[in-house]
Each structure stands twice: as structure tokens, then as C-alpha cells.
């Protein structure tokens, strides 16, 4: 049996049809690795609570910006696509994981969720709030796939023995980023701008971020499966 990756849904709060859903290369990407993604729709705490007790691992994706108060401030820039209910779940999904070591790899703002729940805070907005900083937003005009940057990575992290390099060109689709790291985790990418580009959990458990789109980016660089692979294998199947 493959393991179960749970992906939170965002709420597609612009549709009136009112769906939840989450990308497809995700969901692409949790399946070549031997894993089978199950998606989450963004109901209440209990049914949510019975969904993740079947669970191997979870799978934190890219999305709109984290309310400011879940990180101890007020709004002090321009956000976007704010969805308070995904917040609420991913946070206590967050907590909940990493109390009972359950895999998590957490990409993009699933990095900054992560950080957030374990008492980190963010850059509201890079452009106005680190002037000195290069540019991360690669969007509207760029494929996804497109290598906006360079990152180093920090020797002896996870991310270091999955991508087996210090330095390497990544996409960048992001407009906020780490600012305090949470106690419990580790830098693992910074760009070369100083702006943190992922974190992890100290220790054997596997608890991945990065701010970059590795499910973007594996015809590019076929190492970025490894990402979902560890997480496949940390979860119990055979990568
Ligand atoms: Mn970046």
C-alpha cells in the first residue's frame, strides 16, 4: 500500500463556484515518487482530525499570504489572496505533525506556515520590507519553471543530501519570506541576497521547507523528485 500524503486544499476564494482544490504538479509529483496524495478540503476541526489519523505524511503547498496576526502583527503591506480558514488548518496541522512526528514537506508558503506555527515570522512583503533584496517574484510574465535565482544551501541540511550540491539555480514565485526562524528549525537555502529561501527540523524526523517549486521544476532538474521521495520513504514506502 502506498502511503497517504494529505494536501490541504485552498479555498479558490476568487470562484463563486466556492471549490476546494490544489495543484495539479503536486499531486503529479507525490505520485511518481510512490506516494498516493489525498487530498483536504478545508472542513471542520474534527472531520479533519479523522482524515489525518489515516495519513503517512503530509504535503504543505504554495498559496496566498498568511494573516499577519497569526505571527504577532499588524497587516504592514500589501497581501495577497488571504484565506484565514486554510491558515487555521494548516497551523494546527502544522503543530500537530511535528508533536507526533509525522513527515511533512512544506513548500513555498507551506514553508512560511510551517515556520509560522512553530513561533517564526515572515517578511510581509520583500520589495518594501528588504529594499537590498533581488527580485522573487517571478509571475505573471514567467513559465514556473523559470530559474529566477540562485540559492546556496547550507552543508549537512536534509535539503543538501537530497539535491547532492551547495549551489544551484531555483524558480521563485514568492513576494514574502522567513524573516525570524522558529527555534526549532534550521536554515537550510539562502539566496544570495540573504533572503532565507528554506528551513527544516533539526534531527531524524523528516520536516522539510522550501520557499522555491520543486514540483515545477522536475524535467529541469531531476533531482528535485528527491524532495517528494524522502517524504515518500519518511512516510513508509519505498522511494
Ligand atoms: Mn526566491
Known amino acids: 500500500m502506498r502511503p497517504l500524503i494529505g494536501i490541504p486544499c485552498e479555498g ?10 490544489a495543484g495539479q504538479s503536486y499531486c503529479r509529483a507525490i505520485a511518481a515518487a510512490g506516494g498516493a496524495p489525498i487530498l483536504l478540503p478545508l472542513v471542520d476541526r474534527s472531520t479533519l482530525h479523522d482524515m489525518y489519523t489515516h495519513l503517512d505524511g503530509i504535503l504543505l503547498t504554495g498559496g496566498g499570504d498568511i494573516l499577519p496576526r497569526y505571527f504577532g502583527e499588524a497587516r ?7 484565506d484565514r480558514p486554510r491558515d487555521e488548518v494548516e497551523l494546527s496541522l502544522v503543530r500537530q505533525a511535528v508533536k507526533d512526528g509525522m513527515p511533512l514537506l512544506a513548500i513555498c ?13 515572515l517578511y510581509q512583503d520583500i520589495p518594501t520590507q528588504v ?19 540562485e540559492v546556496r544551501i547550507v552543508p549537512g541540511t536534509r535539503v543538501e543530501r537530497i539535491l547532492g550540491v551547495q549551489r544551484l539555480a531555483v ?13 526549532s528549525l534550521v536554515t537550510n537555502a539562502t539566496a544570495p541576497d540573504g533572503v532565507i529561501e528554506g528551513a527544516e527540523l533539526n534531527g531524524p524526523r523528516f520536516v522539510v521547507g522550501v520557499q522555491w517549486h520543486p514540483e515545477e521544476l522536475l524535467e529541469v532538474n531531476p533531482r528535485m523528485l528527491g524532495f517528494f521521495e524522502e517524504l515518500v520513504s519518511a512516510a513508509g514506502g519505498v522511494a
Do not use: D, W
Not at 76 to 82: C, K, N, Q, S, Y
Not at 171 to 181: E, F, G
Open 109 to 121: 508558503r507551506g514553508l512560511q506556515v510551517l515556520n509560522v506555527a512553530l513561533g517564526g515570522t
Open 131 to 149: 529594499p537590498s533584496a533581488l527580485q522573487h517574484s517571478f509571475r505573471q510574465k514567467y513559465p514556473r519553471n523559470y530559474l529566477g535565482h
Open 171 to 183: 524558480n521563485s514565485l514568492h513576494h514574502q519570506s522567513l524573516k525570524a526562524v522558529a527555534p
Open 76 to 82: 504592514e503591506a500589501r497581501l495577497i489572496g488571504v
Open 12 to 21: 479558490n476564494l476568487r470562484s463563486k463556484f466556492r471549490r476546494f482544490c
